[in-house]
């Protein structure tokens, strides 16, 4: 553990910021960087507070040590380390750019991620996982009455036996039922091929294309129990014209959709990401 | 007139481009620009020719002189001149920035409209037009039965009475009724103070920040009948963040609005949108 | 006064935010926004703290409360109050869409800059000065052997003479000697029609075509006695193509200047920036 | 062959359109997209058209059948088939995530590339091409008085001893000496990360730090014997902050670089750059 980073949010009163660096400077920390935002129209507080703990002081030290300070200044916050390497699941579906790409990137070391496995309803992806010796597991859909149940019933097995800290879907087309979604709600990413809350479900491109749009997207989400509805941690989008069709834009996008999901993952496992109702804060 | 644009959309067939290209040959023109578009889904083909017509020709004469051609290849097709700078009728309610713009850039000759006259609902905008020399026609909505209609009638005669070219919807916060916007199909372009499809309707920066989303938007389309459905012409988008509140979200919208009317207007009068379906085909 | 805005910088240490934010507190004021950077590097911290401060004080009593704090932690600092609303200058020469940006923005409440005076080397500006009842200078270089120095003096009693806080260079083409430049270091802001370091010095549009670039951009920075080479406090860019020659590069690159300076000026009035060496940090 | 590009370039001059559109439908071709461009500054026409060519007609004939009309109209071309899949050597250093990315396209087929031999001074891309079974070869430059002029010789053999088509400089750090780059100008491709002409040669995530940009950029150009001077194929930029140390600029840009080199590719392997003097054309 090189530094700690506490995420607190709260009503907004007078006093906090100088409470939480006070008792940082009275443990003998030391803060590394420090970001608040006030929501005023909600009069709420939230705040990041990354610093250099005393030596040898452990997680839960620090949180029983802050516990007093909390109450009094009645906090809701968790204590987190970095660095941070989650034990993670990708789920994919036949789309395997971004699995390529956060392959590629964890094994040159640029997202900090420890893919434990990698889940998918095809077999596209086995290759792959098999050239970056990552772990693959098929999961198909069987073509029976309940083969969709099966299958979700043998992914949420999956998920709760390896001890994970994330699950990414890049581009898994399956919708998730609620209890295999309810569990990791803050800890599950998503990415949406569109411009959130623009074409929401099926074939965003195709719908993007017919609506005529000049400007195309990409969104990473926690995923929550309503379709494409969860809280965004980020966006981007790309300028597109009428030369562009549908697959076409379809190509732009996967480079969009490759980079935003690897930015909210960064952002993520930074432990910049604060949920607030429906939305997020994103630290810098 | 310097030069001459025919805009064209056939069926696709081989033949077109040639044809085109030596019927102006033939006549004596010299091709400046030319460009083309095949949708390949719908199998048409769309095309826009930009060339110096033979000295002492004018549109209407080309214009016979194509038929024949027009005929043989089966074109919809439409001539104009250029430089062009349309009559124009400016609609703003409270919201002046995009006046502002236009009328500015109209004044350093950055913008090719000739403003007839600026119509609100509100008295706001009566001192900007006095500065620029601008007729301003004041249509409040009376707070009586039938105030709105009354109004809309207004509107409807002074629109007609000024042999306009184009009107422009600058922040105009009413919603135009059919028998009003009809008639001005292709020539009528609104400002959406959103990314298009996402926030139609009102209080659109109210509804981003809602959805937490982390880019915002502005959209320019030619007004249709049914609200925000129009064919988009132009969108542009910035980064937000959840520092931004609605307050700052219309702040930075209004420098995105302001631009993205702009594009869309100078696109229009140098002749480069076809109108097709619900989309359009912006040449560059 | 409705609220404080303190900047300051020192030596990274311990305890800084925890003293600044204990201060704030025990004289009763209320933080409203509180960001910091580190540059570990430099082994330099930066703070901008907004609060309100208690009923009636000036901003002469917080500076020497301060001082003591102040010497403690070794800071380098300054009070501001908000809203600010500086005494400006405008120069200008030919092109005027900044210029017109700027009083449009100040007419509409949309830039927190008070123009006392526009001046210029040409007389192109002086009808939309009229337009906007803004005082206009008319400063022409004269044809003479000390021509440019005549002009020089006048235009340095000119800045003298109306208690001016912030002068704005609005694409004013004439270098301007250190003399002038030197006293209003940090409060004299220049828009470069290039993405500094690019295409310093004349013609950089010219310069950018002939280059065959694919991004041109605009460069907001304080004047320093150097020629372009400020530091800068915003910069933006846009797509070009071949397509755009020399004379479209300067069209859509005066929406790029006329924003990014606007941005500029906004970040200044707001006491967002702290110049460090010749790099600034303008916090969000 | 599933279709030919025509690149040419001429004076400008009446009648080009018409005569190249005439003879692709006079031996029964399809034109699919033609776009042009004349530089009016310099009276010059360029054009790309993508047609089908009649069954069973080889590239060869075609030339042969064009001449005549070339002679006529003063034509430079060069005819292409498409799809185009060019042999290509990747030369890296110790960055790899620009290879990462070129070889997870090739495999996905979303980079038409065909990598005959990856070609690097340090083996750290050793394992990367292992997984993707890529012939590497390891050219070290040994620390002897003529140890850098050797390793050029192996390189120069290498490169030619493969049949190439095309070489990518995927972050190769070292300057290659005019007797390689010269036979390979327009089919060797380097990726610069900065936005140049900002920041030529070494450092340049340094330089932009010690600068203070906003703004940073990755450059895609064919390679000339003045290093970082020659044609640009493809820029783009992503803002940045003081937040953002050179670590972190560095970061940030290789996903810039990524993305721009391959765009550059694409475009390349399209036929669509047209290398004009020290510029480009670049076809969409």
Redo the contacts between chains.
């Keep these: 553990m090189s530094s700690v980073v506490l995420l607190l949010s709260c009503r907004d009163r007078?006093?906090i910021?100088?409470g939480v660096?006070?008792w940082?400077?009275a443990i003998g920390?030391?803060?590394?960087?420090?970001?608040?935002?006030?929501?005023?129209?909600d009069e709420m507080f939230f705040q990041r507070v990354q610093f250099t703990p005393p030596l040898g002081s452990a997680l839960t030290d620090l949180e029983s040590q802050f516990a007093a300070v909390a109450i009094e200044l009645g906090l809701t916050y968790r204590f987190c380390s970095l660095p941070y390497r989650p034990r993670t699941a990708i789920l994919v579906s036949k789309h395997?750019?971004c699995l390529?790409?956060l392959l590629?990137r964890a094994?040159?070391h640029?997202a900090s991620i420890d893919v434990q496995l990698v889940v998918s309803n095809h077999v596209d992806a086995a290759e792959?996982c098999g050239?970056?010796r990552r772990p693959f597991v098929h999961l198909p859909v069987e073509a029976t009455a309940n083969g969709r149940s099966t299958q979700e019933q043998r992914l949420a097995m999956e998920l709760d036996s390896h001890d994970l800290d994330l699950v990414i879907l890049a581009r898994y087309m399956l919708v998730l039922p609620s209890n295999i979604v309810r569990p990791w709600f803050g800890r599950m990413i998503n990415i949406h091929h569109s411009?959130?809350?623009?074409?929401v479900g099926a074939n965003p491109y195709r719908q993007a294309h017919?609506?005529?749009?000049?400007?195309i997207?990409a969104t990473a989400h926690y995923v929550s129990e309503v379709l494409d509805e969860g809280?965004?941690?980020?966006?981007?989008?790309t300028r597109v014209?009428?030369?562009d069709?549908?697959q076409e834009l379809s190509?732009r996008g996967?480079?969009l959709e490759t980079?935003v999901l690897?930015n909210a993952i960064r952002a993520h496992v930074e432990h910049r990401v604060l949920v607030?109702g429906?939305?997020?804060?994103?630290f810098?």
Tied chains: 1, 2, 3, 4.
């Design positions: 007078p006093g910021v100088a660096a006070g940082v400077s920390g030391n803060i590394i960087d420090a970001q608040q935002h006030t929501d005023a129209q395997l750019h390529g790409d590629s094994h040159l640029d792959m050239m970056f411009f959130l809350p623009s074409f017919d609506r005529g749009v000049k400007v997207g809280p965004i941690i980020a966006q981007d989008v014209t009428h030369r069709d549908v190509r996967r480079d980079l690897a607030v429906n939305r997020t804060v994103v810098e």
